[in-house]
């Protein structure tokens, strides 16, 4: 099967830069995704690593290492706005088919 | 516009009564999957399709089942609902087989009693 271990909480301020990590266990990996969820909502798409390096979008980057079974989600110029839960997401195909095995979120806080 | 809509968005039963909870996308997305968010507990996978009449297990299938006979509907079908099924339940679409961009409804909140 498959497990993934991020942190439960983290906090920041406002303006500040923060990384949330994330730890895979899986067979057949093909990539590690990231996504943000604000309380009462519903999931939303960030980023996508197949590779190992850094992906880029905006305020947000992702990072992979398959070698280490490890990424993280990076994100600057931390807005209010961006006080939610963040899963990150592994992708292991199993044969013909394939799942997705979402972690149990970080909920990030914001201050100012 | 593009969406996933879920129905019913809440819903209050008794244990042992059947129910369906709609999922419709109209993106033309092949992958559709339904997972349920527990507190702790992040979202699970319950059964995903990767195209019409192709459907699998996730990781917490039991007690659930579901059909994909139209590629826009993936309905999830709680025949005996029981009180440990209370959930926050959504559904998503992803464009391609893979799965990897994953589109979220709203989600249903269901409560058995």
């Known amino acids: 099967g498959q497990s993934l271990e991020q942190p439960s909480e983290v906090t920041a301020v406002e303006g500040a830069i923060v990384q949330i990590n994330c730890t895979y266990q899986?067979?057949?990996?093909?990539?590690l995704s990231w996504y943000q969820q604000h309380d009462g909502g519903a999931p939303t798409f960030l980023s996508y690593?197949?590779?190992?390096g850094l992906e880029e979008t905006g305020r947000f980057s992702s990072f992979l290492s398959r070698s280490d079974s490890y990424g993280y989600l990076l994100l600057q110029e931390l807005q209010m706005k961006d006080s939610a839960s963040y899963f990150c997401?592994?992708?292991?195909?199993?044969?013909?088919?394939?799942?997705?095995?979402f972690g149990t979120g970080t909920r990030l806080q914001v201050t100012l | 516009e593009a969406q996933v809509t879920q129905n019913p968005r809440y819903l209050i039963t008794v244990t042992g009564k059947k129910l369906t909870v709609t999922c419709s996308q109209n993106?033309?997305?092949?992958?559709m999957s339904w997972y349920r968010q527990d507190p702790g507990l992040g979202l699970r996978q319950i059964y995903y399709?990767?195209?019409?009449?192709?459907?699998d297990k996730g990781d917490v299938p039991e007690g659930y089942k579901v059909s994909r006979k139209e590629k826009r509907n993936f309905p999830l079908i709680l025949e005996s609902p029981s009180p440990n099924q209370t959930s926050l339940y959504f559904c998503?679409?992803?464009?391609?087989?893979?799965?990897?961009?994953?589109?979220f409804g709203p989600g249903t909140r269901l409560l058995v009693l």
């Open positions: 993106m033309n997305h092949e992958y």
């Open positions: 399709s990767m195209n019409v009449e192709v459907t």
């Open positions: 997401a592994v992708k292991a195909d199993t044969g013909t088919a394939s799942k997705l095995t």
């Open positions: 690593n197949g590779l190992d």
């Open positions: 998503a679409s992803s464009l391609t087989g893979d799965g990897w961009t994953q589109y």
């Open positions: 899986t067979s057949g990996f093909y990539g």
